[in-house]
């Protein structure tokens, strides 16, 4: 089965198709681990369903688990989410749909493993209800595409610089190589702003070498190519066991929009009640992992395949980035756009109304604290 262009987003080819775009990645299944190929029997493409596979699957699940649990997942109301695999960045939708938090909401999670900009014209274009990119869904919309963020759940950067041993601070780059994805990668901006906090300036007394991915970026500093860069948690966990110097973990440092909802204008016109479900279950969804260490840590090493020390250690960097409130600041959203009219060579000025919409979540958090 393969994944096609047709009309809205994808389509379903019963054939395999050369030209196919996009082929089912990594998904997230309450059955088993995280995997290199989609999990047998879950659907990871935001794709219309044939009534056969449907009643097929129906009818194996009343058999199993009887008309009662049949009828319970009949009412639930499924929404697709748009999410990456690749850090830890989705935890907070993870851990609630692990156990059942949506469910008792009465929502139907289905993740869908995509790339991030195709995520947000899937979004506008209804194929998904949510997307867990809230830098690609800020930026998508400083360009003008209805979508806004209506919930941060990291209101800070799950990153840190990395450098060779013989490098020990930030301010001795100077004169020094740092390897970057891009000159418009997210994480480059990161890398400059916190140059810049250091006294050391980006463009001048640093040579930018763009690299690629976090891989390609990892392998060159351990070549000595570049001799620093920065790597996302867990792999700059991995990073340190290999013999390389953690100068700043970002997430102490820096406030950025790095992880949370972004949703269509439309459907914040159409379901502001699901909305704010979805984000009570994302709340619910950090509380448990913050009152079940335990049990979160081994979520972590299923899902992601991390050892035990890394997973305890990636887990307890990634609470240190996880909003309170559901919101980032105003001057982080600020940042974010200029971040973003940068990369566009643009000099319009555009409100923070333009890109977020926090209502629904401020509602939800007064409502969560008065309990």
């Not at 994808?10 to 775009?21: G, H, L, Q």
């Not at 810049?196 to 640093?206: C, F, I, L, S, T």
């Not at 509380?287 to 899902?303: D, F, G």
């Not at 960097?317 to 566009?344: C, F, H, P, Y």
């Amino acid at each position: 089965m393969t994944l096609i262009r047709k009309k809205g987003i994808f389509s379903r080819s019963a054939t395999p198709c050369v030209s196919a775009e996009i082929s089912p990645g990594p998904s997230f299944s309450k059955r088993g681990n995280l995997d290199l190929r989609p999990i047998e029997g879950e659907r990871v493409y935001p794709l219309l369903g044939t009534r056969n596979v449907f009643a097929g699957f129906f009818v194996a699940l009343a058999v199993a688990l009887g008309a009662t649990s049949l009828a319970y997942t009949a009412n639930l109301e499924r929404v697709r989410v748009g999410y990456s695999v690749g850090g830890l960045i989705p935890f907070p939708v993870v851990v609630a749909r692990e156990n059942n938090l949506f469910d008792q909401l009465g929502l139907e999670i289905e993740l869908i493993n995509i790339p991030p900009t195709l995520a947000v014209t899937a979004l506008v274009s209804g194929d998904l209800q949510y997307v867990i990119f809230a830098g690609t869904t800020l930026n998508a919309a400083v360009r003008g595409l209805p979508v806004k963020l209506v919930m941060v759940h990291n209101d800070r950067p799950l990153f840190s610089l990395m450098s060779r041993p013989e490098v020990r601070s930030v301010k001795e780059l100077k004169g020094k190589v740092l390897g970057i994805a891009s000159l418009t990668s997210g994480e480059s901006f990161l890398s400059r702003r916190l140059l810049k906090e250091a006294g050391v300036d980006p463009e001048r007394e640093v040579t930018l070498r763009s690299i690629g991915n976090t891989p390609d970026r990892l392998a060159a500093l351990r070549a000595g190519l570049v001799d620093a860069t920065t790597l996302t948690v867990p792999v700059d966990i991995q990073a340190e066991k290999l013999g390389l110097r953690r100068l700043v973990f970002m997430g102490e440092t820096l406030e950025s929009i790095n992880g949370g909802l972004g949703v269509s204008e439309r459907w914040i016109q159409q379901k502001p009640d699901q909305i704010k479900k979805m984000i009570t279950g994302v709340f619910r969804g950090m509380a448990y992992a913050r009152t079940h260490r335990p049990e979160s840590i081994a979520l972590v090493m299923s899902k992601w395949k991390m050892e035990r020390d890394v997973a305890e250690k990636a887990f307890d960097l990634m609470l240190r980035t996880w909003s309170d409130n559901g919101q980032a600041s105003e001057q982080a959203v600020q940042v974010g756009i200029e971040e973003s009219l940068k990369v566009l060579s643009s000099k319009q000025s555009v409100p923070s109304s333009k890109v977020i919409d926090f209502t629904l979540v401020r509602e939800v958090y007064r409502e969560l604290k008065a309990k």
